[in-house]
């Protein structure tokens, strides 16, 4: 799973980059400037996803295709700019009262939903309402339940009342707001707007076809301005040798890169003529989470044996072919809330035997398996299909623990039943994923002991008191160093328990089409400006029908 620079830890990437390749000008295209390559309306984006939507309510979506896909359909109340610093979007301007217990928005008049009814205070406060009520089976409601008081003042003015200073507070108004006349005393979770949702973004809804595509048509109406862009269809390729395939014959126009693919497959004229790539490091981060209702892994000395048994090292150089950092929490290496002095873990498997012995596990038998109790030490790791680069590090793992005495099975899952049957239902062992990391740094919805439900995002059910205490007194002020004081602590406890065998941090290596002019690196992302993305009339090539 992947989180938004919204609410959730499961969006599409947000990227902090420092560009290090950049495809040069093709052969044969039009220079930057001149009349030839003049930005155009038309032609269509088409991106490669391993995964498919799930539900395309912002609300109620936990996956990274889903969130990707509303993010271009929704609008919140505010967002980040390219550097990352907080900026309008449905509202025009606010007010944070000087005590930081109220904020009042002042919205923009006449956007208007896609159905051409107006947006207006009603929708925020209906979004708000249906966000904290019990009955709605969201991951997204923490933020909102710290609401004392949320009020409509006219249809133009929206303010929030808090009891006491919330430090996420404004930025969780980033989340996407929902249209009252359509979702008002209607169930939510049965609403047609799950497979056909009707915004104020940038791009309308037009087709969705069940793990093939989902196709979008520009709203040329947008308030920020029509795109440049007239389509954008998200092709469902649930294997990446096989997105490659179609990127390579020009059936799709964008993609991530794996890393043999972005170092060796794309170093070629047919790429370097026709495609632009770029690399960074992402703010993201995987992992290998545990269940930790498994008896198996109640003991901190089984997961810090673990710890000692898989080599980081040999899974970025060998797997990410460098392009990549050793994680060890859930924060990006170089951001103001990483803490870089946490408990570290050094491939060292006798450390590990001792760990195992210490906590019991004996091969008495000489089979080369631990038990304990008349129990092997058995488990199984799952993760989602199409992700080659978790695949082979789920190998390595197990062969790793293999040397320790651990027996390990693999197990790939189709996407949506992976998120559906295994981890909602919480039915796993210990599970390879990856999390993005928000601006944001509060840890509530994935660390806190109230979000263990069903659906909620600490599906490993990991419960630490002072983790509590800790997330609730960082997002209960706007100091920054009594935040960092708390995140810092919460990260060498999570050293310290291991629920997460931290790996790696990624470098995120996107592929575009060439004749896509306009993409614009940026501490965000480059995708923060895609309504300015174009394609010259002269090199578009695709139509959206009617």
């Not at 949702?197 to 989902?214: A, D, H, L, R, S």
């Not at 954008?232 to 390579?248: C, G, H, K, Q, V």
């Not at 993201?284 to 008896?295: E, F, S």
């Not at 150089?317 to 050094?346: E, H, I, Q, S």
């Amino acid at each position: 799973m992947n989180s938004s620079g919204r609410l959730s830890w499961i969006l599409t990437m947000l990227l902090a980059m420092t560009v290090l390749a950049c495809g040069p000008q093709t052969p044969g295209r039009a220079p930057a400037g001149s009349a030839a390559a003049a930005p155009a309306y038309g032609d269509i984006m088409v991106e490669g996803s391993i995964g498919d939507a799930s539900n395309l309510i912002p609300l109620l979506a936990s996956d990274s295709t889903s969130h990707e896909i509303a993010g271009l359909i929704f609008n919140g109340l505010i967002k980040y700019d390219k550097d990352i610093r907080i900026v309008g979007d449905l509202a025009e301007s606010w007010e944070i009262s000087k005590d930081g217990l109220v904020i009042t928005f002042h919205l923009r008049k006449g956007v208007r939903w896609h159905d051409g009814r107006p947006f207006t205070a009603a929708d925020v406060l209906y979004t708000y309402q249906v966000t904290v009520d019990p009955k709605t089976p969201t991951a997204y409601a923490g933020d909102f339940l710290k609401v004392k008081k949320a009020e409509a003042l006219d249809d133009w003015t929206f303010r929030a009342t808090y009891d006491k200073p919330f430090a996420p507070a404004l930025m969780s108004w980033s989340v996407g707001i929902l249209p009252k006349h359509l979702l008002a005393g209607k169930e939510i979770t049965t609403s047609p707007l799950g497979r056909r949702p009707i915004g104020t973004g940038p791009y309308k809804f037009k087709e969705w076809v069940t793990g093939q595509k989902i196709v979008l048509v520009s709203n040329p109406d947008y308030f920020e301005g029509r795109p440049y862009i007239d389509g954008y269809i998200l092709r469902i390729i649930p294997d990446t040798a096989t997105m490659f395939l179609e990127l390579r014959a020009n059936g799709i126009d964008r993609m991530g890169l794996t890393p043999l693919q972005f170092t060796r497959q794309t170093e070629n004229n047919l790429f370097r003529e026709n495609f632009n790539k770029y690399r960074y490091l992402s703010f993201a981060y995987t992992y290998m989470g545990y269940n930790l209702k498994n008896p198996l892994f109640a003991d901190k000395r089984v997961r810090q044996a673990i710890a000692h048994a898989v080599n980081r090292v040999e899974i970025i150089d060998g797997v990410l072919l460098g392009l990549g950092k050793p994680a060890t929490g859930p924060y990006k290496p170089g951001t103001w809330a990483y803490n870089p002095d946490v408990r570290a873990y050094p491939y060292d498997p006798a450390k590990a035997k001792a760990l195992l012995a210490e906590a019991g596990w004996k091969d008495l038998n000489g089979d080369g398996v631990l038990e304990k109790d008349g129990r092997p030490f058995a488990f199984e790791i799952i993760t989602n299909q199409g992700n080659e680069i978790r695949a082979k590090c789920a190998e390595i793992i197990q062969r790793r623990l293999s040397e320790v005495g651990i027996k390990v099975k693999i197990r790939v899952v189709e996407w949506a039943a992976f998120v559906k049957d295994f981890i909602n239902k919480r039915k796993f062992d210990a599970t390879i994923l990856g999390w993005t990391i928000p601006m944001e740094p509060d840890l509530y919805d994935v660390w806190h002991s109230s979000k263990t439900g069903p659906e909620e995002l600490n599906f490993i059910s990991y419960k630490n008191a002072e983790v509590d205490a800790l997330i609730e007194k960082g997002r209960e002020t706007f100091d920054q160093s009594v935040r960092k004081r708390c995140y810092d602590r919460i990260q060498e406890i999570l050293a310290e328990e291991q629920p997460y065998l931290f790996l790696y941090v990624p470098d995120a290596l996107p592929i575009i089409h060439a004749r896509f002019r306009g993409v614009e690196v940026a501490p965000l992302g480059i995708g923060h400006n895609f309504i300015k993305w174009y394609v010259p009339k002269a090199e578009q090539k695709l139509v959206m029908k009617p």
